[in-house]
Every structure is written in C-alpha cells, then in structure tokens.
C-alpha cells in the first residue's frame, strides 16, 4: 500500500496562478521530499523536509510539514508552463534506506 | 554529464522470454533502487542494495532479481516474462547511510510484455 497520496490527482491552471499540492501519510516519518516527473523522463528531487521542520523554501516552492495531521503540502508560486508535470512526494520510515512513494499529482499549467 | 543511465530505453518482449535491464551510475553512490512505475500505482519499490555485494527486496519483488557486483552497476533481471510485468522501470541511486539523500533517477525503461 502507498505510504504518501497526494491530493488532487489532477490539476490545471493558467500561468502565474499559485498551485498547491497535497500529501497526506499514515506512518511517522524521518523525513518527506518531493519529487517532480516531466513526461516520459525520471524523477528529479526538488526538495526535502525533516521531520522537526515545519516549513521549507526553495526559489518558488513552498513546502511545510505538519506531522500531527501527518500531510505536508508544495505550493508552486507564480507557476509557468513548464512547470508542467507529476509531481510525488517521498516518505522515509524507520532504518530504511527506502522511500516510499505517493500516486502524483499531475499538474497542467496553461500558457 | 554525471548521473544515471539505463538500458535499453524501451522493448517488446515476448511472455517466457529471459530480459536483463541495464542500470549504471557514475555518483559513485552506495544505495541503488530498481522501482515500477504503473497508472493508478505510483511507483513502487522492487529490490534495493544498501552498498556493493549486499541486496534486498522491496515491496514487489516477486519474479525480478538483482545483482550488485560492484558500485556502479545494478542490472535488474525478469527470469520469464509475464504480461503482468509490463511497466516503466526507473533505476535510482543515492549516496546511502543514515540520513536519507534525495535519489537521483535514470530515464526509465518501458518494458512491454506479450
């Protein structure tokens, strides 16, 4: 079963407009990172959140933690075109050097 | 360029048919991952090795196997086919240890099984 779902599955919005993403998860967590997938390509990471962290910046992408609600949310700011993508968030567990990863969020941002 | 690069980028194979997916970095990092990635599933975790000589299994490694005879290469192997086994595989890598790194991914390799 999925550690990490995101929510929405899906979402389109014009250029310049904010989208935000969220990831809800069901075990504690050493850390969340998310993860961005252009079509027909790998993932590539964009950023990592401790567990002991609330909130974390990273150019236009916004990202906090909230571990008693166990979600986390990415706010993409004044998106473009090509920020066009899925994006995944990542859950670490335990000793594991595994990750866990959610279905995505696949966003269209129209030009 | 460093990174990830995986082989063949796609392929058609018949049910029953041996297959051996190619992986190779160049990070020089310990911790490798084979991952599927399949609609409606996300991607899902296959076998993984900590560090050269040592694997494990993942959450479905039923009907793969790994090898890891050296830091660089992680070759994935499908002993026969079936149509089930039809997906993207991703190879990643990070440096390992206790504190998780980001992973780095290849391109993929989408398999078709007939």
């Known amino acids: 079963s999925q550690q990490g779902e995101e929510d929405p599955q899906a979402l389109s919005i014009q250029e310049g407009e904010n989208a935000t993403m969220n990831c809800s998860y069901k075990?504690?967590?050493?850390?969340l990172q998310w993860y961005r997938q252009n079509s027909g390509r790998g993932l590539v990471h964009l950023i990592l959140i401790r567990s002991n962290e609330r909130e974390k910046h990273s150019g236009r992408l916004r990202v906090t933690l909230d571990t008693s609600k166990k979600s986390s949310s990415l706010l993409i700011t004044a998106s473009r075109a090509a920020d066009t993508a899925s994006y995944f968030c990542a859950t670490r567990s335990g000793g594991y050097q595994k990750v866990t990863f959610g279905i995505g969020t696949k966003l269209q941002v129209i030009p | 360029i460093a990174g990830i690069t995986q082989a063949p980028t796609s392929q058609i194979l018949a049910a029953g048919r041996r297959m051996t997916l190619r992986c190779t970095q160049d990070m020089r990092h310990n911790a490798m991952y084979w991952y599927r990635q399949d609609l409606g599933l996300g991607l899902r975790l296959i076998h993984y090795s900590n560090t050269a000589g040592t694997t494990g299994k993942g959450e479905v490694p039923d009907g793969y196997s790994v090898s890891r005879a050296n830091t660089d290469d992680f070759p994935l192997t499908l002993a026969s086919a079936v149509p089930s086994q039809t997906s993207v595989y991703f190879c990643a890598s990070n440096t390992g240890g206790t504190d998780n790194q980001p992973q780095h991914f290849g391109d993929g390799t989408r398999l078709s099984i007939l």
């Open positions: 075990t504690s967590i050493n850390n």
